[in-house]
């Protein structure tokens, strides 16, 4: 499946943004889903994920009571809500996803999934 990720841009400290993740040509109910985020000079960072059926999310510490993750009704986006922004939550975002049928602790690594989109650049200035 092709990722696309999509919603970055410049936003002020406690502003909010939605991004979104569309997978082409078919959709997401077989993949188990996956948000993370990559500043520069640093590791690629879990901050959300989602089963297969949708019944079951996992977020970050980070990013706790702030972001949620959700998917829409036709499962052919994904979508990252985050509220409360702040300048460390500056990074470039990506959309994963796994077709595998791993364990869903496995959801917050990046080797826990094999797709990935080519992320967008969420600034939050102060």
């Known amino acids: 499946v092709q990722l696309q990720a999509s919603g970055g841009g410049l936003v002020q400290a406690g502003g909010s943004l939605r991004l979104s993740c569309a997978a082409s040509?078919?959709?997401?109910?077989?993949?188990?889903m996956g948000w993370f985020r990559q500043a520069p000079g640093k590791e690629r960072e879990f901050v959300a994920g989602?089963?297969?059926?949708?019944?079951?999310?996992a977020y970050g510490d980070a990013v706790k009571g702030r972001f949620t993750i959700s998917r829409d009704s036709a499962k052919t986006a994904m979508y990252l809500h985050m509220s409360a922004l702040k300048p460390e939550d500056t990074a470039t975002y990506y959309c994963?996803?796994?077709?595998?049928?791993?364990?869903?602790?496995?959801?917050?690594?990046?080797?826990?999934?094999?797709?990935w989109g080519q992320g967008t650049q969420v600034t939050v200035s102060s």
């Open positions: 994963a996803a796994t077709v595998r049928s791993s364990r869903f602790a496995d959801l917050t690594y990046t080797a826990g999934y094999e797709y």
């Open positions: 040509g078919r959709t997401l109910n077989s993949y188990s």
């Open positions: 989602m089963s297969r059926s949708g019944s079951n999310t």
